[in-house]
């Protein structure tokens, strides 16, 4: 019953987000610097990202410091969309991103 209510209110059990294969452990640095900011600020830097099937999309970091601090709950974003497709969209916006900010 609690997971139907903190779903109504955007959040997911964190053991029941999936995290597909192939996801590899984050670079030391790159986990301590979130974990730095989130310890300034309270926040978490990024959103955990998922699908209808509860598949973790992105925020992989922020699901294990969400782990690590023992939270049973967390806010996510969802989305109507399979792994592959958010990778290609998500590649797509990074790379026009970047070509933006090369032009600056």
């Keep these: 019953m609690l997971d139907f209510i903190m779903n109504l209110l955007g959040y997911e059990n964190i053991n029941k987000i999936k995290v597909p294969e192939g996801y590899k452990i984050p670079r030391a640095d790159k986990m301590r610097c979130k974990a730095n900011f989130y310890n300034a600020t309270g926040e978490f830097q990024d959103k955990i990202i998922i699908n209808q099937e509860k598949v973790l999309l992105d925020g992989y970091i922020t699901l294990l410091l969400c782990k690590w601090s023992e939270r049973k709950y967390v806010k996510v974003m969802k989305i109507n ?3 592959e497709t958010y990778k290609v969209a998500y590649r797509g ?3 026009k991103t970047r070509e933006k900010r090369q032009e600056i």
Excluded: A, E, I, S
């Design 81 to 83: 969309c399979n792994q």
């Design 93 to 95: 916006y990074r790379l």
